[in-house]
């Protein structure tokens, strides 16, 4: 199948990529010269695990392009996913310009085409914009087409697993022939028999956010009884596997930390806080996700502080973990850049390593903070280590080396990366998410 993809991002690139991988001839288009500079060279512009493999097979195989050119993506295509940002706008909202801007493109080149188009968003966008496209492209004249809406459930640090074997294909359109072309394009993504899901796009559109705002609640949920389980001298991760094993609830999910953050739960929960808004049916339960999410932050912050008695002018902070989460190096909403913000302004400083984050931190947090060379290299001298990701490498470190480096054996652990029992023994002052302190 023909296809063109907009957008290069996490998920434009990881779908461009995965659909050429099934065979699929592909154009990507992206309006980020740089990009795809660097994508036309050969180099992948994002961290993501497996997909340097399957972008190089296809890339040489030239069934993966790039170009700025989208009138020739458009003119190529049989579908055109629309992998487009949909970051917060200032009133908490989805901004639909990016959405909107490449309708409204797309529709003047299809006014001059009698060649059917299947137009698919894929961005996550409020109930009722799919309509708003295909409003465009009728006004501009576009005469042959259909609008789909096929939200994109990928998890950022196994998108490329989660694209090439989804749990599902959630897909709305209104026409047999979109369905029809959808369907034969995820076949072989779902052999092992998960389903693809047809509805209506309504509802496809809301299904993205109804996900994310349950996983975002479900979340909330474990850090606040995290907090209830300090106060109650109970141990959350034991709460947690007691719960958990519950099959009406699973094991996944479960995990306490210091709020969720990333490039999409903390919006698309304002984005559908804002659209329950304008349907005149808040969803109450949604405003409290994210104000109990803000405050998480700052109970970890608040944490180090009250450690120091308050003053942590001149302490000096090793951070292990910079991303939102392990295995991206997405920095996006991480809940490390408030905290340590808020640390620098106390008159801390702090020297940060993180496996893949640290380019892109530099966008966040200038160059207010130092670079590690390697985990060990930040903790020389520090007055504590302050965990922030999981990623695995951190999971079992030489403690005597950690032990010898840092000024004093203080851990401040926002994931709860390490057994109480071991940091007792290890002789470790360790503070964690919803566990009793080790001193
Ligand atoms: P991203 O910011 O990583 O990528 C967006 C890309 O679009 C960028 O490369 C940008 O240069 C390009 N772009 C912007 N305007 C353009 C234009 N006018 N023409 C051509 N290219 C343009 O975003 P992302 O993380 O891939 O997210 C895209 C959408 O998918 C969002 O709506 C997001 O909520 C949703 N989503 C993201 C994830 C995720 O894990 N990142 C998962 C599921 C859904």
């Not at 705002?213 to 141990?235: D, Q």
């Not at 902070?317 to 620098?344: C, H, Q, Y």
């Not at 903790?379 to 490498?393: G, K, R, V």
């Amino acid at each position: 199948m023909k296809l063109a993809v907009i957008g290069t991002g996490y998920v434009g690139l990881v779908s461009g990529t995965c659909f050429a991988e099934m065979g699929n001839n592909v154009i990507c288009v992206d309006n980020n010269r740089e990009k795809l500079k660097k994508l036309n060279n050969g180099q992948v512009t994002i961290y993501e695990p497996g997909l340097e493999l399957l972008y190089q097979r296809n890339f040489n195989q030239k069934r993966l392009r790039f170009t700025d050119n989208l009138k020739e993506a458009v003119d190529f295509a049989e579908a055109i996913f629309l992998c487009l940002p949909t970051p917060q706008g200032e009133d908490g909202s989805a901004d639909l310009t990016h959405v909107m801007e490449i309708a409204d493109q797309i529709g003047n080149i299809l006014k001059q085409s009698s060649d059917y188009k299947l137009i698919v968003n894929k961005s996550t966008v409020p109930v009722g914009t799919v309509a708003k496209v295909k409003e465009v492209l009728t006004q501009k004249g576009a005469k042959s087409f259909d609008v789909a809406s096929n939200p994109e459930f990928l998890r950022e640090g196994f998108a490329v697993d989660d694209f090439m074997k989804p749990d599902r294909i959630v897909i709305g359109a209104e026409s047999e022939k979109a369905f029809k072309l959808l369907r034969s394009l995820y076949e072989p993504f779902v052999r092992q028999g998960n389903p693809i899901i047809e509805m209506d796009i309504r509802s496809a559109e809301v299904t993205k956010y109804a996900a994310n705002s349950y996983l975002a609640t479900r979340i909330t949920f474990m850090n606040e009884l995290a907090n209830f389980c300090e106060k109650a001298g109970a141990n959350v991760d034991l709460v947690r596997k007691g719960m958990g094993s519950d099959t009406r609830i699973g094991k996944r999910f479960l995990f306490p930390g210091i709020g969720y953050g990333g490039s999409c739960f903390p919006k698309d929960v304002n984005a559908l806080i804002k659209t329950s808004l304008d349907f005149n049916s808040e969803l109450t339960l949604l405003t409290l996700v994210d104000k109990i999410n803000k405050e998480q932050r700052l109970r970890f912050f608040n944490k180090i502080k009250n450690h120091f008695e308050g003053n942590l002018k001149g302490k000096r902070f090793a951070v292990w973990g910079l991303a939102f989460k392990p295995n991206t190096d997405d920095m996006r909403e991480a809940p490390s850049i408030p905290v340590i913000k808020m640390l620098l302004e106390n008159g801390a400083k702090v020297k940060a390593f993180d496996p893949a984050a640290m380019t892109n931190s530099k966008f966040y947090l200038n160059d207010k903070i130092e670079y590690a060379d390697n985990m060990y290299d930040a903790l020389p001298d520090a007055d504590a280590l302050l965990i922030f990701t999981e990623w695995n490498e951190f999971r079992n470190p030489d403690f005597t080396k950690v032990k010898s480096l840092l000024k004093e054996p203080l851990i401040f652990d926002g994931r709860n990366v390490y057994d109480l029992d071991d940091m007792e023994e290890l002789g470790f002052t360790y503070y964690s998410i919803g566990r009793k302190i080790i001193k």
